[in-house]
């Protein structure tokens, strides 16, 4: 099936830093979504991004299929950035493991 | 419009009894996903329902897990007998249709914490 690597493990910032993480796929796939799993267990979709580029705020994320990664840039990060982002592949939604954020005041 | 409803919020149980969660999805919306969501690691699909019938649960352990969906609305998810290592959160999802995961089309509820001591 399907393997995808998600890094950093860990990220650790000051409010107002700059961060990507990063999310490699093992197989072509047409399907690629960020999440963001809140300190309190509740997953929101970010981006629905199978290829290609698209922002939302201070939030914006690429996909290079042809090349099987997605990056998610933050910028400008603020406390309530904490949490864990996963990146999900495939119709079924393969998740990886997540990057765990945790951005100080 | 209402979000993904489920509920206990949290569980406790001693290994070897039952546990039901029930589900409640948004709205007209067809799919209907259980993923198990171990510590530290990311939720993994356990079965995934079009309207009231199974079309995929080849993660599901059938040994001990089963899950319904009557009517098409809500769903349960049922664990007998517990063991030490279905300690989890359990997340149910929906999505109009049944390539949601195509089209971006994924609500998650928040979830119910399983602990199995």
């Known amino acids: 099936g399907i393997q995808v690597e998600q890094s950093p493990p860990d990220l650790i910032l000051q409010e107002g830093a700059n961060s990507t993480l990063r999310c490699n796929f093992s197989?072509?796939?047409?399907?690629l979504q960020w999440f963001h799993q809140n300190p309190w267990g509740q997953l929101i979709n970010l981006f629905y991004?199978?290829?290609g580029t698209k922002q939302n705020g201070r939030l914006s994320a690429t996909t290079v299929a042809t090349e099987r990664y997605s990056l998610l840039y933050i910028s400008s990060s603020q406390t309530t950035d904490s949490g864990v982002y996963f990146c999900?592949?495939?119709?079924?939604?393969?998740f990886g493991k997540g990057t765990k954020l945790t951005v100080n005041p | 419009e209402a979000g993904v409803a489920q509920s206990p919020r949290y569980k406790i149980i001693e290994k070897r009894q039952s546990v039901a969660f029930w589900c409640n999805p948004i709205?007209?919306?067809?799919?209907l996903y259980w993923y198990q969501q171990i510590l530290g690691q990311g939720p993994k699909l356990l079965i995934q329902?079009?309207?009231?019938?199974?079309?995929?649960d080849s993660q599901l352990p059938k040994d001990r897990f089963s899950a319904e969906r009557l009517k098409g609305v809500d769903s349960t998810l049922k664990i007998q007998p517990a063991k030490l290592e279905d300690s989890a959160v359990y997340l149910c999802?929906?999505?109009?249709?049944?390539?949601?995961?195509?089209?971006?089309?994924?609500?998650f509820g928040s979830g119910t914490r399983l602990t199995v001591v």
């Open positions: 999802a929906s999505s109009r249709s049944g390539t949601g995961g195509m089209r971006g089309d994924y609500t």
């Open positions: 197989d072509s796939v047409n399907n």
């Open positions: 991004i199978p290829s």
């Open positions: 999900a592949v495939g119709v079924k939604l393969v």
């Open positions: 709205s007209g919306h067809a799919t």
């Open positions: 329902f079009q309207n009231n019938g199974v079309v995929d």
